[in-house]
């Protein structure tokens, strides 16, 4: 009987803390479509403000994913020789500059985005153009890509690999080609998770980065939330949602898929 | 016999010389996106602190103007209570949901983790929904006692806010280290009589430490630099990173400014750094 009311008070308190987390999230889906929702839902539900959305940020839309991929893109050509260098010498300096890398994840997003601009702000088209905001993001994403891929090589003997291709008479770079990155290829695609995720949804390095001609998807949300009725704001979050819910899935499937790498990656 | 090793020995040399060439090769990339864009910028910004009127005293200024001083007071209480806070539930939700199991169990880990991917400025949209002027609390408040409750703009929506980024992250650290805990301890404690609250306090609990550790500074220098919420809110609080903001963007005030942000990412690191030192595995901070 007891067991059973501590049970009930656990539960429900747990519900109430994903209540919590959860309600707003739909009140938001559920205001972009709704047609007045002073009025609520008995005002009808229409894709007028999703449509306005479009036409006013769809722009920021598209920014955001050139900016996810090239990060990505960055990320890997950097992050995957890296890290496995990092794994090979495993010395003071590889761990050296393992610390230096992790160090964007504990200084906050709004103090790299003052040094970037307080050292390239003078270079006019370099400050105004989407490559300011990708630098950012590259420094900010990488270390999730180089842990992703390092947490991989932990678990397998990459070094018996590297030498077995080795005595086969194979060129470092072909090792590197053709045995380490397939090896590496879950933590690879962990960390790609990651990295888009990130960059689509990066708000404090990117406001101060980005100029009224270069702005992203969270920026252009702050927008939004500061300046628009709240129909539009909502169809915004809403979109935004659409764009990061598959990430989350695909995520949540690798992470059971393959116990809790990603997790330990975060 | 004898060539035929020496032959192998060498080449075994020259492999490992050529790997070792190979991947400092590898590490090019990496030092020149960290060296342009990170280590460089971040000695500018140290430089920067001290180029002020006040020179290298910029830095003394955090502590001793009196304005700065209560905006690192306010920024390290709030902080401090949401670890507290989140730290509470996410140690009652996560004990349950790893220990029960009841159909929609998975749904509800869904919930709580659904909002991790979330940046600060939604985060802070969500709490103007919730507690906002037209939120669903104000409304609640209205129709109970004809008493519109709107409290997004103040410390407690931001407190809210807070919470509500970092609940999902702290429970998923919580859950994870509680299905790590060995339940032949707990068995054994309870076979010496210890009662339901004694197994908690002094089996569970303890084992929990690391994670506690780790995932609360994490959540405390996550709060501590926390940007997107406060600006969304446009909260009359003042927080560390809108005065950094503000003196940077409105008044131009880039020495303070820079000062301001040195500090503020020394504290964070130091947290997280303190934290690894004592409570072993880390887990990076996001967003």
Redesign the interface.
């Known amino acids: 009987m007891r067991d059973r009311a501590i ?1 009930a008070g ?2 429900i ?3 109430l ?2 209540a ?6 739909l ?2 889906m559920l ?1 972009g479509v709704t047609a007045n ?2 009025r609520g839902i008995r005002s009808g539900l229409t894709l007028q403000w999703v449509l306005q959305v479009w036409e006013l940020y769809s722009d920021t839309i598209f920014r955001s994913f050139l900016i996810a991929f090239a990060a990505l893109a ?1 990320t890997l ?3 995957v ?2 890290a ?3 794994h ?2 495993n010395d003071r300096l590889s761990r050296a ?1 393992e610390e ?13 985005a ?3 601009i ?3 702000g003078g270079f006019a088209g370099f400050r105004g153009s989407w490559l300011f905001i990708l ?2 993001h ?2 900010f994403t ?3 890509m180089v ?1 992703a891929v390092l947490a991989v090589f932990a678990t397998i003997d990459i070094k018996t690999l ?2 077995g291709a ?2 086969l008479g194979a060129a ?2 072909r090792r ?1 080609r053709d045995v380490i990155v397939p090896n590496a290829r879950p933590g690879i695609l962990a960390g790609s998770l990651m990295v888009v ?2 960059s689509l ?4 390095l990117t ?2 980065l980005s100029t009224p001609l270069t702005k992203t998807l ?1 920026v252009g ?2 927008d939004s ?2 300046s628009m009725r ?1 129909e539009v ?2 169809a915004y ?1 809403l979109v ?1 949602f659409v764009m ?1 819910i598959p ?2 899935i695909a995520m ?1 499937i690798f992470a059971g898929t393959r116990g ?1 790498a990603v ?4 | 016999m004898i060539v035929f090793r020496r032959s192998r020995r060498s080449t075994r040399a020259a492999i490992v010389m050529t790997k070792r060439a190979f991947a400092g090769l590898c590490l090019i990339p990496l030092a020149i996106l960290v060296a342009a864009f990170f280590v460089l910028p971040l000695a500018r910004l140290v430089a920067t602190g001290a180029s002020g009127e006040l020179g290298i005293k910029a830095y003394a200024a955090i502590l001793l103007n009196e304005r700065y001083r209560t905006t690192l007071t306010n920024t390290v209480l709030l902080a401090a209570a949401t670890t507290i806070a989140t730290l509470a539930i996410a140690t009652v939700t996560g004990l349950f949901l790893q220990r029960h199991k009841f159909p929609g169990r998975a749904l509800v880990v869904a919930m709580l983790t659904f909002p991790l991917a979330f940046p600060g400025v939604v985060v802070g949209f969500m709490i103007i929904l919730l507690a906002g002027r037209q939120g669903l609390i104000g409304e609640a408040t209205l129709r109970l006692f004809g008493d519109k409750e709107v409290f997004a703009y103040s410390m407690g929506g931001l407190f809210l806010g807070y919470l509500y980024f970092s609940i999902p992250r702290v429970i998923l650290t919580i859950m994870a280290a509680v299905e790590k805990l060995d339940p032949s301890l707990e068995e054994a404690a309870r076979a010496l009589g210890a009662g339901p609250w004694a197994v908690y306090r002094d089996v569970v609990l303890p084992g929990l430490n690391p994670a506690f550790i780790a995932s609360g500074a994490i959540a405390f220098a996550t709060a501590m630099g926390a940007f997107g919420t406060a600006f969304t809110l446009a909260t009359d609080v003042a927080v560390l990173p809108m005065l950094i903001y503000t003196e940077f963007t409105l008044s131009a005030n880039f020495a303070v400014a820079a000062a301001l942000s040195v500090g503020l990412g020394l504290v964070t690191w130091a947290i997280l750094a303190l934290a690894r030192t004592y409570g072993g595995a880390t887990v990076a901070a996001a967003g």
């Open positions: 049970f656990q539960l308190f747990t519900l803390v994903a919590f987390l959860i309600v707003p999230a009140l938001s205001a929702y002073f960055v050509v950097v992050g020789p890296a496995y260098a990092l090979i010498r500059v230096i890398i992790t160090l964007p994840l504990a200084i906050p997003g709004l103090a790299i003052l040094a970037l307080l050292t390239y630098a950012g590259a420094v990488l270390p999730f842990r590297d030498e080795a005595s470092p770079w590197f995720t990130l949804g990066e708000f404090n406001w101060m969270p949300l702050a939330y500061a709240l704001a909502s979050t935004f990061i990430l989350l949540q809790s997790g330990a990656a975060r």
